[in-house]
């Protein structure tokens, strides 16, 4: 008995979660239905799905300053920020699946159409059809949210590898022809020397992340010398912290800091800071005077409003804050980006 009540609240939640991913459509605009939980904030929802809560509140009629309640219906929007439905995911994402429910009279041509014009044959890849034939209530894959691997819930159940039927027909080819044409070892050739950087297995890291710019031999000592300067316990960042500040970081500043909530951090050394007024992708050098010791984090937006965030240069998070050696609490650092 009690295993089957069990079974019955898995399946639920199984439900709610494929609700969740169910693309919906008003005029122009495409978006995801969220329902608010407890503890849930502007941010936090807005890091599940990898979209600023600047964009999400407007797209809600409403501001930032009210508060969420438990309970409240939200609409995600989907952008090019968060929805993709060409390429490969980043070293720190997954591509998650979006649904959109066939209805009567619908076609793959009106349905590819109606996403950004995506091809039948792309549909067809995504969704492994063999016909163009779609029973109405059918769960189309329409595309793929892009969330970030450790800040969101969601990237359980994505995917790092995308099926591309777009890729197979620029070569003119068809589908038979293309697997003899395409040589496999290939990718796997390439495999090993991208993620020899990057230790996030079976996803190949962009290049302009792991490929340093040539070297310019006026400047190479001295970053060399800079280089060596990082450790591996300050943060898997350092080096492009480093690479951003050409050794000479542009602003330091010093104040009071606190911490926040993250999954990430505690085996890969990725860190990760909240700022005001600076862009996100930003790696930040934070260190502790009364400790001595230095991280490197990368912005992943602005500090939430709020009395207890009054004051305060920076929230870092939680495995940060233990590589720092600093209670919970607000504590002081000083800030070089």
Not at 5 to 10: E, K, Q
Not at 106 to 111: M, P
């Amino acid at each position: 008995m009690k295993q089957g009540i069990l079974l019955l609240f898995l399946l639920v939640g199984l439900k709610l979660n494929a609700q969740n991913l169910i693309a919906q459509q008003e005029g122009a605009k495409t978006y995801l239905n969220h329902t608010v939980a407890a503890k849930e904030n502007w941010y936090s929802v807005g890091r599940m799905y990898n979209i600023s809560p600047r964009e999400i509140a407007p797209f809600n009629s409403t501001t930032m300053e009210k508060p969420l309640a438990i309970g409240q219906k939200l609409k995600i929007p989907l952008t090019s920020v968060n929805l993709a439905q060409t390429g490969q995911p980043a070293p720190d994402e997954v591509f998650v699946p979006l649904y959109h429910t066939v209805k009567p009279q619908e076609g793959l041509y009106r349905i590819g159409q109606n996403y950004n014009k995506v091809s039948v044959d792309q549909l067809k890849a995504w969704n492994k059809l063999k016909t163009d034939q779609t029973p109405i209530g059918t769960s189309l894959i329409i595309g793929y949210l892009r969330v970030k691997r450790d800040l969101s819930p969601l990237a359980n159940v994505g995917v790092t590898n995308v099926q591309n039927q777009a890729v197979a027909k620029t070569t003119a080819a068809t589908p038979t022809e293309a697997a003899k044409t395409t040589p496999p070892p290939a990718p796997v050739k390439e495999t090993p020397a991208q993620t020899a950087n990057n230790p996030v297995a079976n996803v190949p890291p962009a290049k302009k992340e792991t490929t340093p710019p040539p070297p310019d031999p006026k400047t190479e000592p001295a970053a060399s010398k800079t280089i060596t300067s990082t450790s591996v316990a300050e943060g898997a960042f350092g080096g492009l912290f480093l690479e951003q500040s050409k050794g000479n970081p542009a602003n330091t500043i010093t104040g009071q800091a606190a911490s926040f909530k993250s999954t990430s951090g505690w085996k890969d050394g990725k860190y990760y800071v909240l700022m005001n007024k600076v862009s996100p992708g930003t790696i930040v050098k934070i260190t502790v005077p009364a400790s001595n010791k230095t991280v490197y984090a990368k912005v992943l937006g602005e500090i939430p409003a709020g009395k207890e965030n009054e004051g305060l240069l920076a929230r870092v998070s939680n495995a940060a804050l233990a590589q720092l050696e600093v209670p919970e609490g607000r504590f002081d650092v000083q800030l070089q980006y």
